[in-house]
């Protein structure tokens, strides 16, 4: 069974950083993308940034230049380091990976997402 674990959100002051990671385990064979998305209250899910398994990046516009987004493909973990923070940015975040996994002698592909980490951007 894969599963993805966040930690890291919490409550900052306008302007604050935070830092978020996430860890894919279980009997993976590749990840490919991986990524974090947020969904505000009332709004629908957006993408914040994603980054293939060669460290090439994308990010949403609202986002450029603020955060970052990395990842350790040694230890199946991508992170998200936030800077600027503004209230707008609070939301929960997703964590979300491409990834192949065994089931017995076979593989197979799915997208998998984390169970989501409160960030709450807030004097």
């Known amino acids: 069974q894969v599963q993805l674990v966040e930690s890291g959100g919490g409550l900052v002051q306008p302007g604050g950083s935070l830092s978020l990671s996430c860890v894919a385990s279980g009997y993976i064979k590749v990840i490919r993308d991986m990524g974090w998305y947020r969904q505000a209250p009332g709004k629908e899910r957006e993408l914040v940034g994603v980054?293939?398994?060669?460290?090439?990046?994308n990010y949403g516009d609202s986002v450029k230049g603020r955060f970052t987004i990395s990842r350790s493909n040694r230890k199946n973990t991508v992170y998200l380091q936030m800077n600027s923070l503004k209230p707008e940015d609070t939301a929960v975040y997703y964590c979300?990976?491409?990834?192949?996994?065994?089931?017995?002698?076979?593989?197979?592909?799915?997208?998998?997402w984390g169970q989501g980490t409160q960030v709450t951007v807030s004097s």
């Open positions: 979300n990976a491409d990834l192949e996994h065994y089931v017995g002698s076979y593989s197979t592909r799915h997208d998998y």
């Open positions: 980054i293939a398994s060669s460290g090439s990046t």
